[in-house]
């Protein structure tokens, strides 16, 4: 049972353009919300999270969007650069969850020049 | 200086055959992870250790053993390999939080192939 689900296997976008990573989750008890990035035979690295407290978090070029209502959330990217295409990872944590992330699938997200 | 590092990169092996990867983080964090990245690209958690204390223990096979000699230090042992194991290994660490997100640093993984 998939809690953490990223339907978009892949993405392209345009150099300079907005990219939108999608992410659907079924747990409520979710009490944070993390996105990675993952280049090719590195690990994933920490890019942005938001607490369920909250709607919107930024940072720089990205901003996390939750809509607890929807079980849904989005990572926004504008301005694209090709150094961004990547494997996008979105991933859950609950406070009773032992510290545990779970994690969708992931989405390749290619920024063309 | 790699923060979590894991050895070896890549292990290609027999069906039947036993194996160790090893993992280490210099970040003085208290908990650390083995994750696994199978075909279908999900990352699943196996286990979590914290403070040498296993906390976390997935639905694993139990020919996958995991042991920490100390906090900085997380292995993953793996019995009697069947074909099915072939995945990439994920290292991570963390620190205990007392509010805010739990923020995972991963090694680079350790691809094992099974023939």
């Known amino acids: 049972d998939q809690q953490v689900k990223q339907n978009s296997p892949s993405l392209s976008v345009q150099e300079g353009r907005i990219s939108i990573l999608n992410c659907d989750y079924t747990?409520?008890?979710?009490?944070?919300f993390l996105w990675y990035k993952k280049y090719p035979a590195e690990g994933p690295t920490f890019l942005i999270s938001?607490?369920?407290?909250?709607d919107k978090n930024e940072d720089g070029r990205f901003t996390v969007f939750l809509n607890k209502s929807a079980k849904h959330l989005s990572l926004h990217i504008v301005p694209s650069q090709p150094g961004d295409s990547a494997v996008y990872f979105c991933?859950?944590?609950?406070?009773?969850?032992?510290?545990?992330?779970?994690f969708g699938q992931g989405t390749r997200l290619t920024i063309n020049p | 200086d790699t923060a979590v590092s894991q050895t070896p990169k890549y292990l290609v092996t027999q069906m039947g055959n036993d194996k160790s990867i090893k993992c280490e983080q210099n970040?003085?964090?208290?908990?650390m992870y083995w994750y696994k990245q199978d075909s279908k690209k999900f990352l699943k958690i196996m286990f979590s250790?914290?403070?040498?204390?296993?906390?976390i223990n997935e639905t694993v096979p139990n020919r996958f053993s995991p042991k920490s000699p100390d906090k900085a230090h997380l292995n993953l042992h793996i019995n009697s390999l069947e074909l099915g194991d072939s995945a990439v290994y994920f290292c991570?660490?963390?620190?205990?939080?007392?509010?805010?997100?739990?923020?995972?640093?991963f090694g680079a993984g350790s691809r094992l192939t099974v023939l």
């Open positions: 991570a660490s963390s620190r205990r939080r007392s509010g805010g997100a739990n923020v995972l640093t």
């Open positions: 747990n409520s008890m979710f009490d944070y």
């Open positions: 938001i607490s369920s407290i909250k």
């Open positions: 991933a859950a944590s609950a406070i009773q969850g032992a510290q545990k992330l779970v």
């Open positions: 970040l003085g964090h208290d908990t």
């Open positions: 250790y914290n403070n040498k204390e296993l906390i």
